[in-house]
């Protein structure tokens, strides 16, 4: 059995998510090809750290993220910080020779991108970022289904990641609002996932026209807690939303099909609103997160007399899923899409393979993010092209 160590970087909410992946991945899956160490984590107030690092059992914590880098006993960096910060530290990790797990969007740009591309393949480091959604059993085979041939030719995907946290006006401001820190708002947050879906299933998004709306204008600057868990006093000074809060664009896919990308952080009543439809010549796929164990299928090849969709309830047969349950219908949730995640990183790192999806598959999404904003901006449709190795 090899131990391979991990040094977590951030200890917020992707930060839990991240540590319980690794503390499960030998519970669910054994401990070959390697089993994995919460050696050291880092975050920014000592304090709540040092009581973190014990609750989820990593044996050192560092308020210096620099130090996980320059630790040689450290074998993956995970990087679960707001975005701004992914690039420098990806690189850092890559110049030290380490592994990475780093969360979506991978950069604030598709230029900041492609230098974590170029150091990850200057050091032949293994990485895989953060789209878990893609680590749903439904979602590899649903990519099979289509790779097969069985929706025939790909006409049109509709996507989208609704969600409602920021809908009530009286949710402070947070990083996720403000340009330097976060980028793009709904877009990166969430849309990100579902270009990743989109590209995933369907293939290469080559050109799009977007637009954008950001609903509530100002928001309250918070006066503790942090992420999602921010709070402001009601009479707290207001500060100008940076970013967008739905972002709507029409994409044209490299195989000729066509569809949309939309997201919304203030979309009432979409609680993980992350779905598509697509549909081919021979039949089509529906599926959405918030039922994310089914997945629906309708055949145009079916007897006229029995056509509907049907729905396959997730189980053994589908990629990932083995490892939990024999029998299928009882259903994984979001956490378990982190295990599977984080075990495909350890099996990468054990076997000296690739990990996927790695840093050029998000730096992917980022080409189409950058098209996106850059079509809002100058009102015009734009080719991803544009941002070919910038
Ligand atoms: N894959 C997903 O489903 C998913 C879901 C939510 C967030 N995310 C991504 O995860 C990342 C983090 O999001 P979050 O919701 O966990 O944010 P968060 O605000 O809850 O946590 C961020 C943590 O990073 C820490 N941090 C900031 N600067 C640091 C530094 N210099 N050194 C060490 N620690 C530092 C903060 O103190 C905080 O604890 C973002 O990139 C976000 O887009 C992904």
Sequence with gaps: MKEVRVGLIGTGGMGKAHAAAFRNVPLVFGNEPARPVLDIVADLDEEALKTWASDFGFARYTTDWREIIADPAVDIVDITTPNHLHAEMAIAAAEAGKHIYCEKPLALTSADAKRIVDAVEKAGVITIVGFNYLKNPAQAFA????????????????????????????VPFSWRLDRQLAGSGALGDLGSHTIGLAQFLVGDIV?????????????????????????????APLRAVENEDITEALVRFANGAIGTIGTSRVGTGRKLGLGYEIQGTKGSLFYTQERMNELQLYRHTDPVSERG????YI???????????????????????????????MTAVAQGRPAYPDVRFAYGVNKVMDAIETSVGEKRWVAVSEFEAQ
């Design 315 to 345: 189980g053994p047969e589908h990629p990932g899923y083995k490892a939990f349950f024999s029998l299928a219908g009882i259903g994984l949730g979001y956490n378990d899409q982190k295990i599977i995640e984080a075990h495909e990183l």
């Design 207 to 235: 050109e799009v026209c977007g637009t954008t709306s950001t609903v509530i204008k100002e928001r309250a600057i918070p006066g503790g807690g942090s992420g999602y868990a921010a709070k402001a006093a009601s009479d």
């Design 309 to 312: 969709y049907k729905t396959i």
């Design 143 to 170: 990519r099979r289904l289509i790779q097969d041939g069985e929706l025939g030719e790909i006409t049109l995907f509709r996507g989208t990641f609704d969600q409602d946290f920021m809908a009530d006006p009286a």
